[in-house]
Structure formats: C-alpha cells, structure tokens
C-alpha cells in the first residue's frame, strides 16, 4: 500500500510528476491522467502565456539533465480551465504557479482561490532560468515578504517549492520562515541553479539560452535533494509535508525519499527521459521493495533515517 497525504490531500500512490517535464500542454496533463502518476501536477504557469526561451534548451546526459526552459507555459487560466476535466482520472490535480513578480502571483492566487477541483498549488519560489529575475528562495526577507500575502487566499491547499540550500544555517532561516505560515507542504528540490554542462568535443555549452548556464537534475542532484528533505523534515513543524524531487529514477531512489521524510516524491529527469510508463515501473519497484523489508506502508519507514 503506497497511499499518502500531501497536505490535507489524499493519494493513491506516493510518486507522482515534477513540475517541468511533459505537463505543459493538454495531451501531456490527459497522459498524466492516464498513468500510474499518483496525481496531476502542471508546468509552472505565469499570468500570460509564454513561449520560454531559446532552443536548444533541455540536455540530457547519462548522469542527467540541464535546462534553460524559461517558462513557457500556456498561461495560469489554461490550466484553471482544464481543472474540471481532469477530475476523470480520479487524482490530484495540482497547480504549478511561478509569477514573474509578487504582484503576478497574488493575481493569480486569487483567482486560482474561486476555482473549483483543484486539490492543490504549488507555488514555485525557485526558478533559475528567468534573466534578470532572482529566485525568490535565495532571498530570505524577500520569502517572508511573500509568504505574508500569499498565504491570504487559502482554500486550496498551498505548498511552495524550494531551492536546494548548501549551508545548515540557510535551512534553519528558512525553516524558521516557513514555520510561521499555513503552508501545507513544502517540495524539496527545484534543479541545481545555473549550472554548466559542456561538450568536449565541439567545445561549446549544450544548451543556448544563458550561455549554456541552465538547472541541472538527475543523478548529479540526488544527494542534494536527499539533504534538503531530510533537513526540512527535521525542522518544519509536523503537520507540514515534505514531498521530495531530486534524482529519482527507481524505486530505491523513492524509497531513500521517504526514509528522509518525503511523504511523496515526484519524477522529473527520469520522466522527461521515459515518459509516463516510469510512474508504473518505479511503483513496482517500490512495492517489490517494500515486500523484501516487510514494510505494509509508507508510514513504517518514512522519516526513520538511521546515524552511525
Ligand atoms: C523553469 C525552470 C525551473 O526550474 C522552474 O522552477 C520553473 C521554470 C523553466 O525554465 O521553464
């Protein structure tokens, strides 16, 4: 049994999509639906529609992938609209929201708010790839800032989705920021920032956007990401969820997820490079896990991460 709460949202399944990869059109949000994904989560969405960057702007290697996507999305209202008809896969249906201002995202919060059948927004305070834009994340004031109005509109679920932090005290600062709001899950980790992936043969970046510095996930993050989950689920306070996104591309992977504390975990790289069939393999992976340790649920290791 892998069933799970994000919040005060119930799941079938502990594994689901990261924001990003393939669930930015309608077709990719229905092949969602129809996987094994345990919910429906949408690319980060801003006021208006955007067509991103450059190409070309996603790479991926064995060790995994960089991008400098820069948002192209179809806008928050697309996918307020397909809210409704999502709800025939019987999951989640999760909002992505990334406002290129405080003022955008409050726009589209309180619209969001008066919308029906969605279970839950993600508010995505960490993304790298917009020049001239700061990831919000980094800026400690500048999330208390944030939090203060957002947390106003509070009829759905709100998470927020984080940068990976390096330095403990950064985990506690922010710890101690989020543990003031009605925040209901908190999604550790958005990609390495601005990272640098080069070709050696040609000599040149692989991506065009930013001279080639771009976010960077897969198997170069899943120690980052392992630490970030663990440290939030150690600091924030215990009725917030921590879901965890960072390097997960079997079941193992899921697993040292939740013996950190994520209460679910989403695919991002290895989605991107498998497509929808990865949330069944992964699921069985885990099952199959499981059954060797006799564990019957999540909740009999989640969070149980043994010191030497
Ligand atoms: C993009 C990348 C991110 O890591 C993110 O959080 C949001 C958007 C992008 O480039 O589209």
């Known amino acids: 049994n892998l069933s799970t709460t994000v919040g005060a949202v119930s799941l079938n399944s502990c594994i689901y999509n990261a924001s990003g990869p393939k669930c930015t059109t309608k ?3 229905e092949n969602i639906g129809k996987s094994f994904s345990a919910a429906i989560l949408t690319k980060s969405s801003t006021l208006e529609l955007r ?38 896969y019987n999951k989640p249906y999760f909002i992505s929201v990334a406002g290129l201002s405080l003022e955008n995202n409050l726009v589209m919060l309180k619209h969001l708010n008066q919308v029906d059948n969605i279970d839950a927004i993600e508010l995505n305070l960490s993304c790298p790839n917009v020049p001239g834009k700061p990831q919000t994340g980094y800026d400690f004031e500048r999330t208390q800032q944030v939090l203060d109005q957002v947390c106003k509109f509070d009829r759905h679920s709100l998470g927020i989705k984080l940068p990976p932090y390096f330095d403990l005290i950064h985990f506690r600062q922010m710890a101690d920021i989020i543990n003031q709001y009605p925040i209901k899950f908190v999604t550790c980790v958005n990609s390495i920032g601005n990272g640098l992936v080069i070709d050696v043969n040609t000599e040149q970046v692989v991506i065009k956007p930013k001279n080639g510095f771009g976010g960077v996930g897969g198997d170069y993050i899943k120690p980052t990401a392992l630490a970030n989950v663990r440290q939030f689920y150690l600091l924030l306070r215990d009725d917030i969820d921590i879901i965890g996104s960072g390097g997960a591309k079997n079941g193992s992977d899921v697993f040292e997820h939740i013996l950190c504390g994520a209460s679910a975990v989403q695919i991002g790289t290895q989605y991107m490079r498998e497509g929808a069939n990865c949330f069944e393999r992964i699921e069985k992976e885990l099952k199959n896990l499981m059954a060797q340790k006799n564990y019957q649920s999540i909740d009999d290791f989640k969070g149980k991460l043994q010191s030497i």
């Open 27 to 29: 077709e990719e949000l």
């Open 51 to 88: 067509t991103g960057n450059p190409s070309p702007r996603y790479f991926e290697n064995e060790l995994g992938s960089i991008n400098s996507m820069g948002l192209p999305n179809q806008g928050y209202q697309f996918y307020a609209d397909l809210a409704t008809s999502m709800q025939q």
